[in-house]
């Protein structure tokens, strides 16, 4: 089984999301259930009905978060002495070398990603692009209207 790189924070987020789900949704869904059996007939119950949909959704996020975190790889960079190199978590400043655009990104595991929050997942073209690069390099990026080159300008280990 492969495992997933994770941040500190993503971990914290899906561990917050499992207790959630665990402790206020689940009971919700089976109180739910109970109120609906009271309405008589199952056949021809909505809402029993959507209460079962619901909590098929909900266990199976449960699980679905449970295996993430039974395989996933907590990476704390700032635990890891910053030489300067693009790695998983940590924070990149590029410059667009043809507008001279800057740009901040943090690379992430998929679950964290965030383009808004410029969050962007490790698996993106952009990530996979500065990942192994160093302060100063420049990078090719693949994006939908061609190859764009980048300066990498601060690398942070936050």
């Given at each position: 089984?492969?495992?997933?790189?994770?941040?500190?924070?993503?971990?914290?987020?899906?561990?917050?999301?499992?207790?959630?789900?665990?402790?206020?949704?689940?009971?919700?869904?089976v109180a739910d259930i109970a109120d609906a059996r009271e309405h008589g007939?199952?056949?021809?119950?909505?809402?029993?009905?959507?209460?079962?949909?619901?909590?098929?959704?909900?266990?199976?996020?449960?699980?679905?978060?449970?295996?993430?975190?039974?395989?996933?790889?907590?990476?704390?960079?700032?635990?890891?002495?910053?030489?300067?190199?693009?790695?998983?978590?940590?924070t990149v400043t590029i410059c667009n070398v043809d507008t001279d655009e800057?740009?901040?990104?943090?690379?992430?595991?998929?679950?964290?990603?965030?383009?808004?929050?410029?969050?962007?997942?490790?698996?993106?073209?952009?990530?996979?692009?500065?990942?192994?690069?160093?302060?100063?390099?420049?990078?090719?990026?693949?994006?939908?209207?061609?190859?764009?080159?980048?300066?990498?300008i601060e690398v942070e280990y936050l």
């Amino acid at each position: 089984m492969q495992s997933i790189p994770m941040t500190v924070r993503g971990e914290q987020l899906l561990r917050d999301e499992l207790n959630h789900l665990k402790s206020v949704v689940r009971p919700q869904i089976v109180a739910d259930i109970a109120d609906a059996r009271e309405h008589g007939d199952l056949k021809e119950n909505a809402e029993y009905h959507a209460a079962r949909e619901q909590q098929g959704f909900c266990e199976g996020r449960i699980q679905e978060i449970e295996a993430k975190l039974s395989t996933s790889q907590v990476i704390d960079v700032t635990k890891i002495e910053n030489n300067g190199k693009v790695i998983f978590g940590t924070t990149v400043t590029i410059c667009n070398v043809d507008t001279d655009e800057e740009l901040k990104y943090r690379i992430v595991g998929d679950d964290e990603a965030d383009i808004k929050s410029n969050l962007i997942s490790v698996n993106s073209p952009i990530a996979r692009g500065l990942i192994g690069k160093e302060l100063d390099d420049t990078a090719n990026i693949q994006t939908p209207n061609g190859a764009v080159e980048f300066e990498i300008i601060e690398v942070e280990y936050l």
